[in-house]
Each structure stands twice: as structure tokens, then as C-alpha cells.
């Protein structure tokens, strides 16, 4: 009987132990749920902005590629217009200067076929001078 006591008492230590540790289980989870719930509250301001400022940067780079691409087109447009322009600039100058340049070219070719004629017929005159007097 010694030892059917000595094992009752053993199975109510084992049962006060685990009561225990039951008890000191649910205390710790209280504690852990309490702190949760703190640490939720802290945190959901926090969560609030961060969301405000992802929303607000998704904004700000929506507007920043509008804003980017306003710009290319911008200087698409002012390139093909800079290129009509020299184009148009090359058409009105360019066509007409290679006009006068080419009548610069006759004329001058005419006063140098003139000059020529003229050169010839006094070295034509001289000869026959010279022939005269030739012994």
C-alpha cells in the first residue's frame, strides 16, 4: 500500500504541476494578446500614412511620366519643325544664290570671251605692224 500512496501522491503532484502550468499558459497568453493589441494599435497609424504616402507617390510618378512625356513630345514636335524650317530656309536661299552664282559664272565667262576677242585682235594688228617693218 506504500506504494499505491506513494503513486497517488506522485499523480497529484503531476496533476497540480500540469494545473499549474496550464494556468501560467493561459496567463502568458493573455499577456501576449494584450501586447498584440497594443502593438496593433501603435502600428495602425503607422500603416495609415505609409499607405497615404504609397498612394501619393504612385500620383507623383503618374504625373511625372504625364509631365515626361509632354516633354518628348515637345521637342518631337520642335525638331520637325526646326527641320521644315532649315529646309524651307535651304529651298528660299540656296535656289536662288545658285541662280545668281550661275549668272555671276556666264557673266563672267562672256566679259572673258570679250576679253579675248579684244586681246586677239590687237595682238592680230601688231603682227601685221611687225610684218611691215620686218626686213
Not at 501560467?24 to 499607405?51: H, I, K, N
Request: no cysteine.
Amino acid at each position: 500500500m506504500v506504494f499505491l500512496a506513494a503513486i497517488a501522491a506522485a499523480t497529484v503532484i503531476m496533476a497540480a504541476i500540469q494545473i499549474g502550468a496550464i494556468i501560467y499558459a493561459g496567463r502568458m497568453a493573455r499577456r501576449v494578446e494584450r501586447l498584440v493589441d497594443r502593438v496593433e494599435q501603435d502600428l495602425q497609424p503607422l500603416f495609415g500614412s505609409l499607405t497615404e504616402i504609397a498612394r501619393d507617390a504612385t500620383r507623383a510618378s503618374t504625373l511625372a511620366v504625364a509631365q515626361v512625356e509632354r516633354a518628348d513630345q515637345l521637342f518631337a514636335d520642335l525638331s520637325q519643325r526646326l527641320t521644315q524650317t532649315v529646309a524651307a530656309l535651304q529651298a528660299t536661299i540656296l535656289g536662288p544664290a545658285r541662280e545668281g552664282r550661275a549668272l555671276i559664272y556666264g557673266l563672267r565667262a562672256a566679259f572673258a570671251a570679250v576679253r579675248s576677242m579684244r586681246d586677239d585682235g590687237r595682238s592680230r594688228g601688231r603682227s601685221d605692224d611687225e610684218d611691215a617693218l620686218f626686213i
